[in-house]
C-alpha cells in the first residue's frame, strides 16, 4: 500500500508562490481556485503513473536483465541508451529520437503518444532562451 | 505566442492538465450535469465451432436514454483472421482495436508472418493495464489462427479469459443463459450461427441498452464472412432518408423571358503552342 508521501508531485510549492496562469497570476479559469491540495497531489488517478511510465518500464526491464544474465548486459545496453538520448536538437525544437526509438523498439509500435498531442502541434509555444536555461539549469 | 511560463515542450500521449478543472466543476455543479460518454450498452456474443468462431453482436449504441445509434458497428476488424466484438465506451473499444489492429499490421509486414490471437490478447493486455480500467473497453477477441480457433475476453482491467463461449455487455445474462443451454463443443457452422444469433436476440429482448438488428461475424481458416445485418430488427420505422423533390413538384405560375443583348466590344486571338 503507498504512502501519501510517495504520490506527491515533483516541487512542493506553497500556494499562490508559483501560480500556473500567464503573468504570474491564478489562471483561475483553466486550473481552477488556488489550494494546498490541488498543488501537492495529482487530480487524476493515471497522472503519476503515466508520467513516470517509461522510467519505471525500463527499470523493471533492467532489474530483470541484470538478475537473468549478470551486470554488464543492462551495462552495456544503457550506455547505449544515454549515448542514444544525447541526440537531441535544442529543447524548443522538435528532435525525432531515431536512435533512441530503434533502441527501444518504439519504431515498431503504436500507441497513444503517437497519435495524441502530438508536439508538432502544440497550440503553446515556448520562449527559445528561457527553455535553453531551464534546460541548462541556468533557470 | 510564445509563452515564458512553457519550460518543455509538452509531452506526447495523455494531457492531464484540465484534471484538476474537471473535479473543481463537478464539485460546483454537484455531479449532475457533466456531458456522459456514448457507451454502447451491448450485448455481444461469441463460440467456437468446429472450423472456426462466430462472433455475434447487436447494433444499438446508447448515450444515457436515447438510441445514439442505430447501425452502430461493433464487430471490429483487427487483421484478416481476426475480429473483436466490443462492449462499453464506444470511443474506448473504438480506439484501442485500431491501434491493436495498427500495431499487428506493423508486426506482420516487418516479420513475414500473420499475426497470432495470443498476441493480440498480449497486447490489449498490456495496454488496458497500463490504464488502469479508465479505458472503459470490454472485448471479446476471436480468431484463427496456425495454432487453433481461439475466443478470449479481455475486460477494462486487463484481466484476460480463454473461453469455448461467452458473452459479454449489458444484455450478457439473458445470452449467457441461451449459450450455456445450447453450447455443445465443435458445433456444425449453422448450428452455431443459429446459437449466437438467438442468444443475441435474447439479449435484445431483454436488456434496454441493446436492440436493432444482429450482425454475425463467421472467422475460418478459409476467411471470413462478416453478415451485417444478419437479423434485422422488426421494429423498423418507415423514414424516407431521401427528401428530393421530383421536377414538377412546384407548379410553374407565369414566365418571362428577357433576352440579354451583348455587343462584342474587343477581340483578340492567342495562339496555342500544340507541339
Do not use: W
Not at chain 1, 75 to 101: G, T, W
Not at chain 2, 22 to 28: K, R
Not at chain 2, 207 to 230: A, F, H, M
Amino acid at each position: 500500500i503507498r504512502g501519501l508521501r510517495s504520490q506527491l508531485k515533483d516541487s512542493v510549492p506553497v500556494a499562490g508562490l508559483c501560480p500556473q496562469g500567464a503573468y504570474g497570476v491564478q489562471d483561475s479559469l483553466r486550473s481552477g481556485f488556488t489550494s494546498v491540495k490541488n498543488e501537492l497531489l495529482p487530480s487524476h488517478p493515471l497522472e503519476l503513473s503515466e508520467k513516470n511510465f517509461q522510467l519505471n518500464q525500463d527499470k523493471m526491464n533492467f532489474s530483470t536483465l541484470r538478475n537473468i544474465q549478470g551486470l554488464h548486459a543492462p551495462l552495456k545496453l544503457q550506455m547505449e541508451y544515454r549515448a542514444a538520448r544525447q541526440i537531441q536538437r535544442l529543447p524548443f525544437l522538435p528532435s525525432s529520437n531515431l536512435a533512441l526509438d530503434t533502441l527501444r523498439g518504439s519504431d515498431e509500435c503504436i500507441g497513444f503518444e503517437d497519435v495524441l498531442c502530438d508536439p508538432g502541434q502544440s497550440e503553446v509555444m515556448g520562449e527559445p532562451h528561457m527553455m535553453v536555461e531551464y534546460k541548462l539549469g541556468l533557470l | 505566442m510564445a509563452l515564458s511560463t512553457v519550460l518543455e515542450t509538452p509531452g506526447a500521449g495523455f494531457n492531464f492538465e484540465n484534471a484538476t478543472r474537471n473535479a473543481a466543476l463537478e464539485a460546483l455543479f454537484e455531479g449532475g450535469q457533466t456531458p456522459k460518454p456514448l457507451k454502447t450498452g451491448t450485448t455481444i456474443a461469441g463460440v467456437v465451432f468446429k472450423d472456426g468462431v462466430v462472433l455475434g453482436a447487436d447494433t444499438r449504441a446508447t448515450s444515457s436514454e436515447v438510441v445514439a445509434d442505430k447501425m452502430c458497428e461493433k464487430i471490429h476488424f483487427i487483421s484478416p483472421n481476426m475480429y473483436c466484438c466490443g462492449a462499453g465506451t464506444a470511443a474506448d473499444t473504438e480506439k484501442t482495436t485500431e491501434l491493436l489492429s495498427s500495431n499487428l499490421s506493423i508486426f506482420s509486414l516487418n516479420s513475414g508472418r500473420n499475426p497470432r490471437v495470443v498476441m493480440a490478447v498480449n497486447i490489449l493486455q498490456d495496454m488496458l493495464y497500463r490504464y488502469h480500467g479508465q479505458i472503459g473497453a470490454n472485448l471479446l477477441l476471436g480468431g484463427v489462427d496456425c495454432t487453433g480457433n481461439h475466443l478470449y475476453t479481455v475486460g477494462p482491467y486487463g484481466d484476460v479469459d480463454k473461453v469455448p463461449y461467452l458473452a459479454m455487455g449489458s444484455g450478457d445474462l439473458a445470452a449467457l443463459g441461451i449459450l450455456e443451454d445450447g453450447f455443445k463443443h465443435n458445433l456444425e457452422l449453422e448450428e452455431a450461427k443459429e446459437l449466437v444469433r438467438s442468444s443475441i436476440h435474447a439479449g435484445i429482448m431483454s436488456d434496454l441498452g441493446s436492440g436493432n438488428n444482429i450482425d454475425v461475424c463467421v472467422i475460418t481458416k478459409q476467411g471470413v464472412d462478416y453478415i451485417r445485418p444478419y437479423q434485422e430488427s422488426e421494429y423498423k420505422d418507415d423514414r424516407k432518408m431521401n427528401y428530393k423533390y421530383r421536377p414538377g413538384t412546384t407548379k410553374v405560375l407565369t414566365e418571362k423571358v428577357v433576352p440579354l443583348k451583348l455587343e462584342v466590344v474587343q477581340e483578340t486571338v492567342q495562339k496555342m503552342e500544340t507541339a
